[in-house]
């Protein structure tokens, strides 16, 4: 039996939170186009049994982006992007643009301090041209930092096999640190109250989504029919209106689409009643922060 446990980073809106989807056949971690969607360590857990020497638990862990912060949330995500690398058997640097572009280099030098073993990935060719691609792989090739260079599409799944059977390569023997049928070690409550938070981030624009965060209130199972009642959080008066838009149309639209997906995940009808408070500057408390889920 071989383990590992896999640290997936990179900038924010590359593609990490879709990449450990694509890995894992499922959606564990939201993924939208809004940058910062992950704000917390996402675990998911790949795990294969055949009774071989090929048998293996490969643990990755999503982190947020690795940005500038301008708050003392955006100082706890980049933080624990951060840490991840020092806490890992691997790594894989997902970029989607060339060395010199969005802040990579430093991540770069970072990566090139450490013994970790490191693979890089060059996320959504699908929208790179042949010498553009060849060009940005001959870029970070040259740094001698990384053991191997995958091109991957993750919407699609385009050579995320070959990447995971590299990854596989890098796993040493090791026991199994969770049950063959877990995907991830987060609670229901987590992944409900992450769904609601990216079908907001999908309803809303501009500054908004990144003052959104979800508090679950009540969480009540019964036979066929699990009943939640959520608190959306932004940090303006004037914010909130938006959240609940004309006649409320954009937070039922929130509910329905968020509901819908809930279901497929408890497997049970699900009642969900969404509410809109606001909670100013919250990105900027630690006992905010804390309160909703934003400190280890």
Same mark, same amino acid.
């Given at each position: 039996?071989?383990?590992?446990?896999?640290?997936?980073?990179?900038?924010?809106?590359?593609?990490?939170?879709?990449?450990?989807?694509?890995?894992?056949?499922?959606?564990?971690?939201?993924?939208?186009?809004?940058?910062?969607?992950?704000?917390?360590?996402?675990?998911?857990?790949?795990?294969?049994?055949?009774?071989?020497?090929?048998?293996?638990?490969?643990?990755?862990?999503?982190?947020?982006?690795?940005?500038?912060?301008?708050?003392?949330?955006?100082?706890?995500?980049?933080?624990?992007?951060?840490?991840?690398?020092?806490?890992?058997?691997?790594?894989?640097?997902?970029?989607?643009?060339?060395?010199?572009?969005?802040?990579?280099?430093?991540?770069?030098?970072?990566?090139?301090?450490? *013994?970790?073993?490191? /693979?890089?990935? =060059?996320? %959504?060719?699908?929208? !790179? #041209?042949? $010498?553009?691609?060849?060009?940005?792989?001959?870029?970070?090739?040259?740094?001698?930092?990384?053991?191997?260079?995958?091109?991957?599409?993750?919407?699609?799944?385009?050579?995320?096999?070959?990447?995971?059977?590299?990854?596989?390569?890098?796993?040493?023997?090791?026991?199994?640190?969770?049950?063959?049928?877990?995907?991830?070690?987060?609670?229901?409550?987590?992944?409900?109250?992450?769904?609601?938070?990216?079908?907001?981030?999908?309803?809303?624009?501009?500054?908004?989504?990144?003052?959104?965060?979800?508090?679950?209130?009540?969480?009540?199972?019964?036979?066929?029919?699990?009943?939640?009642?959520?608190?959306?959080?932004?940090?303006?008066?004037?914010?909130?209106?938006?959240?609940?838009?004309? *006649?409320?149309?954009? /937070?039922?639209? =929130?509910? %329905?689409?968020?509901? !819908? #997906?809930? $279901?497929?995940?408890?497997?049970?009808?699900?009642?969900?009643?969404?509410?809109?408070?606001?909670?100013?500057?919250?990105?900027?408390?630690?006992?905010?922060?804390?309160?909703?889920?934003?400190?280890?």
């Amino acid at each position: 039996m071989k383990s590992a446990f896999i640290g997936i980073i990179g900038r924010p809106n590359v593609g990490k939170s879709t990449l450990l989807n694509a890995i894992l056949g499922e959606k564990v971690a939201i993924a939208t186009d809004k940058p910062q969607t992950t704000r917390n360590r996402i675990r998911g857990i790949y795990t294969r049994l055949e009774g071989t020497d090929r048998d293996c638990q490969l643990v990755f862990i999503d982190t947020p982006g690795i940005h500038n912060p301008r708050n003392k949330l955006g100082s706890y995500m980049t933080e624990t992007a951060l840490n991840t690398i020092r806490e890992v058997d691997a790594v894989l640097f997902l970029v989607d643009g060339p060395l010199d572009g969005a802040g990579n280099r430093p991540i770069v030098e970072l990566l090139a301090e450490t *013994e970790t073993p490191r /693979l890089l990935v =060059i996320n %959504k060719i699908d929208k !790179l #041209e042949p $010498e553009e691609y060849k060009t940005i792989y001959e870029e970070y090739r040259a740094t001698g930092v990384f053991e191997d260079i995958f091109g991957t599409c993750a919407r699609t799944g385009r050579n995320v096999p070959a990447l995971l059977e590299r990854v596989e390569a890098l796993a040493a023997e090791g026991p199994m640190y969770f049950p063959e049928d877990m995907v991830t070690d987060h609670p229901e409550r987590f992944l409900v109250g992450e769904l609601i938070r990216e079908k907001a981030l999908l309803y809303l624009q501009e500054e908004v989504p990144h003052g959104v965060a979800v508090e679950i209130e009540s969480y009540q199972e019964e036979e066929r029919l699990t009943r939640i009642g959520a608190v959306i959080y932004c940090e303006k008066k004037s914010h909130k209106g938006i959240i609940i838009g004309k *006649e409320g149309k954009k /937070l039922k639209g =929130i509910g %329905k689409s968020a509901r !819908l #997906e809930i $279901e497929g995940l408890l497997g049970t009808k699900v009642f969900l009643e969404l509410f809109v408070k606001v909670r100013e500057n919250w990105r900027n408390s630690e006992a905010a922060m804390a309160s909703l889920g934003y400190k280890e």
